[in-house]
Every structure is written in C-alpha cells, then in structure tokens.
C-alpha cells in the first residue's frame, strides 16, 4: 500500500504515466465493483460515513438558521405587538375625545331645551372653566359685558341652579357658586310649597331652619321660589338626601345636594333678568306639583 502511495506521488514521473496509472486504476475498480460484492459494501460504508460527517456539520448551521427565524419572527412580533399598542392609545385617545364630545353636545341640547316661560329675553349659553383656587367656590364664565350681562344675574347648568354673576369683565364674567359660604337662596319644596332660605355652606348646602312639625321626605326636591326677585321661579336647586328629626331638638337635620354640576360642569346659561316664571322641558311635572300651575298661569 505504501508502495502505490509512493508511486501515485512521486514527482519524478511525468504526468501522461501518471494518468494512464489512475485511468487504469480506474478501470480496475470498475470492474471489480461489476463482479464483487465487497466494492458496493465498501461505498455503503463511505457513503454512510460521509452522510454522518456533513449532517453533523451541518447541523450548527440548521440551529444557527432557526435561531435566527425565531429572533426575527420575536423582533417582528414585538414591532407589530408596540405598533397595535400605539395604536389602542391612539383609538383610546378618540374615543375619550368622543365621549367628552358627546357629553359636551348632551349638555348643549339640554340647555338649548331649556326656555323662559315669560320672558322674551334669549339665554346666552357660555363654557364654564375653573379657578386655580378651589376653595374660592367660583367659575369663569366666558361671556361678559360685551353680552350684555350685568352682576347679579343666575347662570345655570342643564340640571340646575349653579349661582350668580358676581362680577362682570369684557370678555368674561366671574360666577359665585350657590355652595359659597355666605349665598343665601330662597327656595320652596316643590311637592309642599313650603318656603324658606337654602344656604351655603362652603362646599355644600344648609337648611338649618326646617321646623320638625313640617313635612319633608327624602328624595323632595327644592326649587327656587322667586320671592327675592333675584332667581326666578321654578329654577331646580337641590335635592333632599336624608332627613333626621332628633327629639328634643327644634329643627331637622337635613342632607341637602344642589342638582347643578358645580366644578364638573362644561357648560352653562345665564338667565335673563325680569324672567318671571322657569320651566325645563325636560322636567318631570311630579317633582314639581304646583309650583307649574303658579308658572301657567
């Protein structure tokens, strides 16, 4: 065997000698592969073998290949999955100014239903904004003397009563909320007719005066009576949450929530002055009892 090594390899002879050698040799292992078994046996095992090496080699560029799908389809599926959440925000984000687009035009409608029942004076609805101070109980409204508005008058929003214009600029007015401490609002039980001065408490209404032989039930509503010539009749005020009668004692306790949206509201209209009689289209005519009668007739 290291004879033929040595022979295919040696330099000394020419290259026509050895390529008759390898074409013999050739034709040698063709015929013996044609007669013997051993031959074909032999390039079973050279075939085996070699299938072995190149699919153990080429089995780090299979792991290779698949690690690199796997960390394409990850980074695609993180860039669509921060895409879609862009996305949500996005949709979020309209369907938040959609819903506070939808409140503002509600309260709209419900101002614009409402009407004086004898007065021929136009409401002048205006968006309301918040002072930087909440305990000052105060809003800006954005309408002022340019409007013709003057101090004094009663600015509601689409649910009731929400205060007065105190003070009067050019292009917008200050309104007092009726939970300031010190307003003072005359109302009447719509279901009774009973009268008496609701009060601000600073952040909330007092009846302090409300003997105990009077009839008052929760869930009664309060209205504004008119006598003062300030509010006009028949404007919602508030509504009675509990009542409690101690013994002993000359006057109810009563847990007293103004209707009006006070900070929480948009937008609102200030009444006229000289408006006799109020009356929302919308109201229900049982939460009111007479007092629609003194207004129709």
């Known amino acids: 065997m290291v004879f033929f090594v ?11 000698t050895r390529f008759i050698i390898y074409a013999l040799l050739a034709l040698v292992l ?5 007669h013997f078994y051993f031959v074909e046996s032999t390039k079973r095992s050279a075939n085996w073998a070699i299938y072995s090496i190149q699919l153990a080699l080429s089995k780090p560029v299979d792991w290779l290949d698949s690690a690199t799908v796997v ?3 990850q980074f695609a599926l993180d860039q669509e999955n921060h895409a879609l959440h862009d996305q949500v925000l996005q949709l979020k984000s309209t369907i ?4 506070i687009a939808q409140q503002e035009l509600n309260e709209l409608k419900q101002l614009l239903a409402l ?15 918040s002072l930087c101070d909440p305990f000052a109980y105060q809003v800006i409204f954005n309408k002022g003397a340019h409007f013709h508005l003057k101090s004094g008058q009663s600015v509601m929003d689409e649910k009731g009563l929400l205060g007065q214009i105190a003070q009067v600029y050019p292009q917008f007015s200050v309104v007092t909320l009726i939970v300031n401490k010190g307003q003072m609002i005359p109302v009447m039980l719509a279901r009774t007719g009973e009268r008496t001065i609701l009060y601000g408490a600073g952040g909330s209404l007092e009846l302090p005066y409300w003997p105990l032989e009077l009839d008052i039930q929760e869930n009664d509503r309060l209205i504004t009576s008119g006598i003062d010539g ?5 404007v919602p005020v508030a509504t009675v949450n509990q009542v409690n009668k101690p013994e002993g004692a000359d006057f109810a306790r009563l847990i007293i929530t103004p209707l009006a ?32 009668q003194e207004n129709s007739s």
């Open 6 to 16: 040595r022979l295919f390899f040696l330099k000394r002879l020419s290259f026509h």
């Open 261 to 292: 949206g006070m900070f929480r509201s948009r937008y609102a209209v200030a009444i006229p002055y000289h408006t006799v009689g109020f009356l929302p289209l919308q109201s229900d005519p049982k939460n009111y009892g007479s007092t629609h």
């Open 96 to 99: 938040g100014q959609l819903n």
């Open 230 to 234: 300030v509010y006009p009749s028949g």
């Open 115 to 129: 009407q004086p029942t004898r007065s021929s004076n136009a409401y002048l609805v205006g968006k309301l904004y």
């Open 30 to 34: 063709v015929g013996l592969g044609q």
């Open 71 to 73: 960390l394409m389809s």
